[in-house]
């Protein structure tokens, strides 16, 4: 189930209905970019002021979502906002009792599936920590909520020391993406001087005998006159 949060402020909407449709198609498009994942309904729930407070609808809107989810037999929600704060998160799986995703959950899940490449995959990686850390891990202790509602492993350590084993991981990433860029850069260096060709000029004044002597020079190379 996707739902697209239309800010509304007294009787007027932030977002004119066309701009409004355009990111809801958008949002579906990137859920649907993931093979497991499908769009089954959308649906737009008003919400005042901004999507930054800790609860985004009141009662009631949320009682209408739940009907709805239930109805569907929806098994996970994407809120359409680009990032939920870690008490917003923690309070829609509380609430909701599905997965919950933003745009930047999804992003990464995109970004997990298509790459390809040594490089990408650390990159990723690395991406994922200060989400971690900064957006998730604290929150996990001061808000006392299950991991998964934040898409990240349960933590079996205490929260320094589970920071400390962030901060090393960081740091081990960063050389293991610099080993790679130094390993693809040697390898397209020793791809290029396999095909490397040495071109000589020969310079000189019109029947000077230049390609008499090239003639006599050359065993088998390409010769070409201009």
Known sequence: LLIYPRIRRGRFFDVNPAKAKQRLEEAVALVNTLPKFTVIQTTA??????????????????????ALKEKIGATALMIDVDILSPKQQAELFALFRVPIYDRYNIVLLIFKLFAKTKEARLQIQLAEIPYIRQQRLLSM??????????????????????????????????????????????????????????????????????????????LGLHFQRY
Do not use: M
Not at 45 to 66: C, M, N, P, Q, Y
């Open 45 to 66: 729930v008003s919400t005042d002021t901004s999507t930054a407070k800790k609860r985004l609808w009141g009662i009631g809107r949320i009682e209408r979502v739940i």
């Open 141 to 218: 202790y001061e808000l006392h909520a299950s991991p998964t509602a934040f898409h990240v492993d349960a933590p079996t350590k205490s929260k320094a020391v589970k920071l400390e084993v962030l901060r090393f991981r960081e740091q081990h990433l960063r050389k293991c993406i610099k080993a790679a860029v130094d390993e693809k850069a040697a390898t397209r260096f020793g791809e290029a001087q396999k095909n490397i060709r040495t071109v000589v000029a020969v310079v000189g004044y019109t029947n000077a005998g230049k390609s008499s002597l090239i003639k006599r020079l050359h």
